[in-house]
């Protein structure tokens, strides 16, 4: 009604305005500061939708939606405690599927939360040398965790007290310059190595262990290392996993299908050759769909060895057995495709895994058995007919059975050879009548055979008996 945007109001008109304007100001991607200062001073008057700030409970804070982030201490700090760590940890549960800067906003909320908090806790007072309010508590622990500088940490956290709450504070989006802190004090506590128990509980601390560190770990049971491969931790780096992955088989573990799934098909190729050698062909039958496509031709070869192995019992229906070892095909070897082209059954390869075969195993393939492959797909073969192998397949194949077989327009062929000249007829009517074929040029004067060998002389213009 004032004809601006409501991103754009001036604080006395939020101060003035009414439930259907603060809903409005959810959209904003900002609020300046002397914005935020009216929407607290207008939530403190308790003349809104939402009530008093004393009354709300978890359901009012999530219904403010991204005012909360606008509320300042003097607000929090009048909403009830119970209220307020409710919302924490609904916040620290969120956070899990967050982006990044949904984190920091995250992060921001549970500062302002904590310090509205403060008064309740003793107050933790900052030294550059000593903590001189006496040590973090379990009690404030994870207040102190998300307000305290990393140095302030240090100084007033014991490893003691951060094992024993470790699950709590591994819940929260600590800020970086404090997470280094965390692990540091995880490694004081277990000066001699983490136990394999305790590295189920990492969590994302976990990622900020290096190669060489992770190399000293006790991976020994497979439940060790789903934990430490769970998502919900964050992301590893490759060098990282692969490092996980080596310490876990040189100390005598075995890959499972669900452990393949975990590590997935990108990092399984970051494995050495050796290693792939030690993964049971059963681990591959129940890994499900793996995509292997970043693998060397050589570590496919491996891989589709055990695939073959895993599903062997399902040669005998081509259909299923296609399905489940179509992801290893970028493996197999030019006897293995024709026996599934020359299949009972239809295969209907799609095209992303035809162009994904060894192309010098593709180069082994007949027309006919590129036909039976793709099937129904065969049509596709024309939109991918500039790709390399492809370009390459077709140079090697006959045009004419290209266009006979396949019907489908591609061109590049090989031409029909010219093949070998015919023997010139004579011109005029002549006759042979001791049934032996003309081997020569017959002459070109009468000529009479009647002894039966082959007229041996030029054909004569005019006609001649033999």
Sequence with gaps: SLGVPVCDLEPGAIAASGPDTLDKLKLCPALTGAQQGALNALLLSGDTAYGHPSSWDLRTLQDLGPLVLALNQTTLSLVAE?????????????????????????????????????????????????????????????????????????????????????????????????????????????????????????????????????????????????????????????????????????????????????????????????QIQQIPAGAIGTAGQLNISSCSQTKKELLYGKAKEAFASLASTPGCYYCQIRPYLGGAPAEDLKDLANASVAINMDLATFLALNPKELQKLSVTDVKNLLGKNLPELKQAEHEPQVESWVQQQSQRELDCVLGIGLQGGLPEPTGTASPAGPTTPASVTSGVPVTAPVPTTPASVTSGVPVTTPVPTTPASV
């Design 82 to 274: 119970a209220a307020r760590e409710d919302f924490r940890r609904s916040i620290a549960v969120s956070d899990i599927s967050q982006g990044r800067s949904q984190r920091e906003n995250s992060l921001l909320l549970l500062r302002a939360l904590a310090a509205a908090a403060a008064p309740s806790h003793p107050r933790l007072k900052r030294s550059k040398d000593r903590c001189q309010s006496g040590p973090i508590t379990a009690s404030n622990i994870t207040d102190a965790v998300i307000i305290l500088t990393s140095e302030e940490l240090n100084l007033c956290l014991s490893s003691d007290v951060l094992i024993k709450n470790l699950e709590a504070v591994l819940d929260l989006p600590v800020p970086k310059e404090s997470s280094q802190v965390l692990k540091e004090k995880v490694d004081q506590y277990f000066s001699s190595g983490i136990p394999e128990k305790q590295l189920r509980c990492l969590g994302w601390l976990s990622r900020l262990y290096t190669e060489q560190e992770i190399s000293q770990w006790s991976v020994t049971s497979s439940d060790t290392l789903s934990a430490l491969l769970n998502p919900s931790g964050g992301q590893w780096e490759d060098s990282q996993v692969q490092e996980l992955l080596s310490r876990y088989l040189a100390l005598g573990g075995s890959l499972t299908g669900s452990l393949l799934q975990e590590i997935g098909g990108h990092r399984l190729c970051n494995l050495q050759e050796g």
